[in-house]
């Protein structure tokens, strides 16, 4: 089976940091585009950073500077660096890619989420 899984999430002070780990695996040709999402309670869903098969990067204003998303392509996974962390950035971290799969063609998949909080 073709699955997202995210790891690295926790609880946080204010100005700390994480690392967010998404790793793909299954019967993978090549992964597109990988988003990093996250959704805060009563929010919608909302997209923090983007990493293209180029390695070109975007990011939501209220992150840039902060956040660095990077891959390695040699182990189907992304990574999103958080530093200097706000409380305001409090949200389940969802993982988004579409991928090119031996056995199921070419679909989009949804990691399940880590949880964040910044607190103190």
């Known amino acids: 089976q073709l699955q997202l899984v995210e790891s690295g999430g926790g609880l946080v002070q204010p100005g700390g940091s994480l690392r967010l780990s998404c790793a793909a695996s299954?019967?993978?040709?090549?992964?597109?585009?990988i988003n990093w999402y996250r959704q805060a309670p009563g929010k919608q869903r909302e997209l923090v950073a983007g990493?293209?098969?180029?390695?070109?990067?975007n990011y939501a204003d209220s992150v840039k500077g902060r956040f660095a998303i990077s891959r390695d392509n040699a182990k189907n996974t992304v990574y999103l660096q958080m530093n200097s962390l706000k409380p305001e950035d409090t949200a389940v971290y969802f993982c988004?890619?579409?991928?090119?799969?031996?056995?199921?063609?070419?679909?989009?998949?949804w990691g399940q989420g880590t949880q964040v909080t910044v607190s103190s």
């Open positions: 988004h890619a579409y991928i090119l799969s031996f056995s199921k063609g070419y679909n989009h998949y």
């Open positions: 299954g019967s993978i040709f090549s992964i597109n585009v």
């Open positions: 990493i293209d098969t180029g390695n070109s990067t």
